[in-house]
């Protein structure tokens, strides 16, 4: 059985809402979400991810450069891609885009935005959540909080009882 995990992670740290014409879609990351997102690819880094790795991201600039900042930690290059259904998803969508996951890839990483992103990593840790390990997620899924599921099953059965909640990175 080939080992996989799942990353969930919500963007850094962001600035208010623009006023602009351009709208919440270009809101950036504030100087503290960068440094978060930075710390969190340390961390990551120290993982050592089996590859190949797929990064799927929501098309919004904090997301954009929240998958910078932690990928640049990374030791091997890898490229996000952009989904626009990531903005606005729902947790149905979320788990559209973890079950068509080709099976090739032994780790996936959505970058998303809250609720469904949390909704999600809640979804997944279930009874995990009353453990001290995930004590950081019993208020909420707070900006630049990445979860680590591990799995032996194929991308297209991912749910509660075919993950393992192992450990939740926060900066």
Request: proline letters at 8%.
């Amino acid at each position: 059985m080939t080992e996989r995990l799942l990353l969930i992670l919500r963007h850094a740290e962001a600035g208010p809402h623009l006023y602009s014409g351009s709208g919440d879609i270009e809101r950036p990351l504030t100087p503290m979400g960068h440094q978060q997102a930075a710390r969190i690819g340390a961390q990551l880094a120290k993982l050592e991810l089996p590859g190949p790795v797929h990064v799927l991201c929501s098309p919004a600039r904090r997301t954009r450069e929240t998958a910078e900042g932690v990928l640049s930690a990374l030791p091997d290059a890898t490229v996000p891609q952009l989904e626009s259904n990531l903005y606005g998803a729902g947790l149905d969508t979320l788990y559209g885009f973890i079950h068509a996951t080709p099976e090739d890839i032994r780790t996936l990483l959505l970058i998303g935005h809250n609720p469904a992103i949390g909704t999600l990593a809640h979804d997944l840790a279930g009874p995990a959540l009353q453990s001290d390990t995930f004590a950081a997620l019993r208020h909420g899924y707070a900006p630049a909080t990445l979860t680590v599921f591990q799995t032996q099953e194929d991308w297209m059965n991912i749910r509660l009882s075919s993950v393992r909640a192992s450990q939740v990175l926060t900066p």
